[in-house]
Nanobody, 126 residues
């Protein structure tokens, strides 16, 4: 089992940047592929980004491509989400999640992830 905890959220103006961190504890972090999801009020949880266990491959939802970057440091048991050029529509609670397996086919599906953090609020003002 792995425990996840997000940090780095906050209030930022449109065009600004934030870096979210997700620290993992428990079993070997490098055994898990990692994802970031977000959920805005009244909306379903949405896939944002995924990174494989080694960090060699990452994928993104179209709306964040070119603006967000997912990365991981297996030595620090941490996954990051660098968010640049933020827009008001990026406002949401952001969650990190862990899954066994690297299949990119299922990476965007929340049901593929067994472990979730508690979330961190990101608010982008216009």
């Amino acid at each position: 089992q792995v425990q996840l905890g997000e940090s780095g959220g906050g209030l930022v103006q449109a065009g600004g940047s934030l870096r979210l961190s997700c620290a993992a504890s428990g079993r070997t972090f490098s055994s898990y592929a990692m994802g970031w999801f977000r959920q805005a009020p009244g909306k379903e949880r949405q896939f944002v980004a995924h990174i494989t266990r080694s960090g060699g491959v990452s994928i993104y939802t179209d709306s964040v491509k070119g603006r967000f970057t997912i990365s991981r440091d297996n030595a620090k048991n941490t996954v990051y989400l660098q968010m640049n050029s933020l827009k008001p529509e990026d406002t949401a609670v952001y969650y990190c999640a862990a899954r066994v397996g690297d299949s990119l086919t299922t990476a965007s599906r929340s049901v593929a992830y067994a472990y979730w953090g508690q979330g961190t609020q990101v608010t982008v003002s216009s």
